[in-house]
């Protein structure tokens, strides 16, 4: 699921100490961007509403067997391949009426289960796409791109071999697009009403838009027959005042280099980053994490199912956190950010909205919970 772009309003319980705190998340970009998915982005809602315009052509599926029931997630994908049809489900569930609990992944279309699927087009596998490996000799396992799926395990040095179902997409004529939406029962009620809300918020930005440039345009032309310094020559180099704030800007801030690994030591307070050397050295001894990089820019924690990513499009940057079970029962919201002056969790529960973690739910989830000490 894609979070959209949003503005909120900051923690009200801030105080005015710690108010550039508060500030990343009155400007957050919020985007979930979960390991394997490809529809995905850190990027405006209006990107996500690019499946309004798609084609009408209706893909014709394997017939469905077996398959996995009341999911009531977000509606999952379904994706149309050469040896078989798998629908992908963003959240683990359990059907009430049956007590069948289900994992999140990929569904073929006799109901079998695959932890992800590598799909391929005319042959290729973009290096973007995430595929998860496993160690023959130590057993761990991760998710890495796709370019270095051969490459030694990074904790013993050991063979990887590929986890991942690889699959080739199959394309109907003038289609482009990569899945499509599962429409079972639930999923043409949900979708249905998801339209209809689209469009509507479609139609008022568009309104919105139309208005405000029409709005622009008279105010500069009362702004030009009443201001007579108006009419005065004034020289404005917009790629020059573009390059200077983009230096500037990240000149005033620490903004550290990351690579296809994250590699992380336990301070005492929090995690802290440390380089591969520190890291291979030391990780047998405990406290030492290291992520992978996925191809939405997150880096992914296997032990926790945690996500992390920072994120640059905030004054200034954060980094922030997607924890699977609980950042997913907000939607299209969710991600988390750590207080270190408070010494909290906040997590945006809607839009303009993020609340300070309540006890029970830290209790809960305390064990999965960790954060990264930096200083921007």
Known sequence: MSPSHHSSSSHSSHSSSHSHHSSSRSHSSSSRSRSHHSSSSHSSSFLGMGSLFSRNTTPVYRNRTNQPKNYSGVTPKIYRCKYHDYVHYNEPWTDESTGVAYKAGYYDEDGNFYEDVVFSKQGVVSDSTTAVCKCDYCGMEDSRPWPDREKPCIHCGGTMHLVSQIDALVDDENDSSDGYSYDDSYSREKSSAHSAIYLLIVGMLFFSLFSGIIDTYHENQRETYYN??????????????????????????????????????????????????????????????HLSLDSDGNYYDASTDMYVWLNQDIDPPQFQYWLEGLSSEYGDYGWMEYDSVEECWYIETSNENWEKLDDATYEEFQDRLWHIEYEF
């Open 228 to 289: 007579p310094s108006s009419f005065q020559s004034n020289s404005f180099d917009s790629k020059d005042y573009s390059d200077n704030y983009s230096d500037s800007y990240s000149n005033s801030y620490n903004i550290p280099t990351l690579g296809d690994y994250m590699f992380l030591k336990d301070d005492g307070k929090g995690f802290v980053l440390t380089d591969e050397t520190d890291y291979k050295d030391n990780f047998e001894n405990g406290g030492y994490k």
